[in-house]
């Protein structure tokens, strides 16, 4: 049966950063789909950065793609931040940060898993955070970190929160409420100009790739 899906366009990077960027609203959320180094992360890293309340969850434990954003403004830092973050964002101040460590060894996984655990319980109850989630299915699966409840109810309850969530990885995803926007960073071929996109979406591609 024929289905009824929204044909989308592919933009260039350069114009899709400043429309992105005066499109998307607190509460909605994006998700980065494509095969490990194909530029996800590297996606986000540009995108996030035009936030002003902004957490990265570092969910690999060092990634060097999302250590970019250092670069950018952002700071590591554990997790719960000090209470002064919360005093300069009373006081107008930006707060941007790549939450999470480096594990030495397997044995410190689970607090990693921990510390982000708490973040996205946290960032529910905040409010007004753009949060991204890198390597959503490692975050998400029952047999890793297990945290795909709290990303769902953060995507759900996000658009009345003013919570949003970006997310990347391999496996789509799909929001429980809210625009949705969906970016590969190289498309297939023959796909160049016009695609198909799962209901809702809009999409995006990085120029440099293709
Ligand atoms: N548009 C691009 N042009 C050139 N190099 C890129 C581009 N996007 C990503 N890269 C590089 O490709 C590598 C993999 O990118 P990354 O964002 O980490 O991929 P993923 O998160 O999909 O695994 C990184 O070294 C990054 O700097
Ligand atoms: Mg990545």
């Known amino acids: 049966m024929a289905q009824d899906v929204p044909i989308f366009q592919a933009m260039p990077w350069k114009s899709f950063e400043p429309w992105f960027k005066k499109e998307w609203r607190q509460g909605q959320h994006g998700a980065i789909i494509g095969p490990t180094g194909f530029g996800k992360t590297t996606v986000v890293v540009n995108l996030l950065e035009t936030r002003t309340h902004a957490l990265a969850l570092d969910v690999k434990g060092g990634d060097r793609t999302l250590a970019k954003l250092q670069a950018k403004g952002f700071v590591r830092a554990p997790w719960p931040l000090p209470d002064k973050v919360y005093r300069d964002i009373r006081n107008g ?99 160049e100009r016009r695609s198909r996109a799962p209901s809702g979406a809009w999409a995006a591609r990085t120029t440099t790739w293709c």
């Open 93 to 191: 101040k930006p707060a941007r940060f790549i939450v999470g460590f480096k594990p030495r060894n397997t044995l410190e996984i689970p607090k990693l898993t921990k510390m982000i655990d708490l973040c996205l319980h946290d960032v529910f109850s905040q409010e007004g955070w753009a949060v991204y989630v890198d390597e959503l299915q490692m975050a998400a699966s029952q047999k890793m970190m297990n945290l795909g409840a709290i990303i769902e109810t953060n995507l759900i309850a996000g658009r009345d929160r003013g919570v949003s969530i970006l997310t990347s990885g391999s496996s789509s995803s799909r929001p429980g409420t809210g625009k949705w926007w969906t970016a590969w960073p190289r498309w297939p071929a023959g796909h």
